[in-house]
């Protein structure tokens, strides 16, 4: 059985839209849904480790269910000086701190279609596949003036990033190595300005270099032109670079909500009729 988690860390959104109720998109909703109840059923056991803002989202929804290994607010924890702009994602990198390995490290928006253990044999790391170095979002040493205290040089700048909307930790030492180096980054520099660049780096590209710095068994899991043209076997479903298409035109957001209210009906009825009482995702399962 592999352990598998989400996290939400909400410190982002309500410091941005500080007079606004928590929430959640609809699309958001039904993916995390699939990803969560898909895991369960093909994988093992899955929790959300989040702040209490989500906690007492989901808890008012009536969504805590789709975690069977609970809705843990441990990101409460976290430090004030991390930059919520910058590093948006950060509480994944925290999560995945207080998360033991063997484990996998999930985004909301990433559904794992079939059993995934028989792709992890042997190895120490795996990511769904590698990102290119492309300099506007991947920059060299120079571009990060903001980090103080913190060595670059002593990387190694010439591995390609690891995409991590779905990252494997075999074990647990390269594990606590890797999120201590990434927190140890985002605490550098409180003042990073670069709310793309910086944030890759702590969760992706630092990760390669720390594989390649401790030689551990690494493989991206697919390719992202595979994820896209079925070569990965109907194994994963990436929404990350779907969703600005949806927002921009509302007929595809409706047609791709109700196309996963479908799915969540047809593979997973019990938890369809529990989706189909929350007030925003209710018209789709109509």
Request: charged share 20%; net charge neutral; with cysteine.
């Amino acid at each position: 059985m592999l352990h598998a988690f989400h996290s939400n860390w909400t410190r982002p959104f309500t410091r941005r839209c500080p007079d606004v109720p928590y929430a959640v998109e609809p699309f958001e909703l039904l993916t995390t849904a699939l990803s969560a109840l898909c895991w369960r059923r093909y994988n093992g056991s899955i929790r959300m480790i989040c702040d209490t803002t989500a906690k007492r989202y989901y808890d008012a929804l009536d969504l805590s269910f789709l975690w069977d290994g609970g809705v843990h607010p441990l990101l409460d924890q976290m430090p004030e000086t991390i930059n919520p702009f910058a590093f948006w994602a950060a509480g994944k990198l925290y999560a995945l701190a207080a998360m033991p390995a063997p484990c996998v490290m999930m985004d909301t928006d990433f559904i794992v279609w079939k059993p995934l253990a028989p792709l992890l044999e042997g190895l120490t790391l795996a990511a769904i596949h590698h990102e290119d170095i492309m300099p506007d979002i991947y920059p060299a040493q120079q571009a990060f003036a903001k980090v103080r205290g913190f060595d670059l040089s002593a990387l190694d700048w010439s591995v390609r990033p690891f995409n991590t909307a779905l990252a494997y930790f075999g074990e647990d030492a390269f594990r606590r190595f890797y999120t201590d180096r990434a927190i140890a980054f985002m605490r550098a520099a409180p003042d990073a300005d670069n709310v793309l660049t910086y944030m890759v780096f702590a969760e992706q590209r630092l990760l390669a270099m720390c594989a390649a710095e401790k030689q551990v068994h690494a493989a991206a899991l697919s390719e992202l032109a595979a994820l896209f043209d079925g070569r990965q076997q109907g194994y994963f479903t990436h929404i990350w670079g779907f969703k600005q298409q949806m927002r921009d035109q509302p007929a595809l957001y409706e047609d791709f909500c109700l196309r996963c209210a479908a799915r969540l009906r047809r593979s997973f009825p019990e938890a369809s009729t529990r989706l189909a009482a929350v007030p925003s995702l209710r018209p789709y399962f109509q």
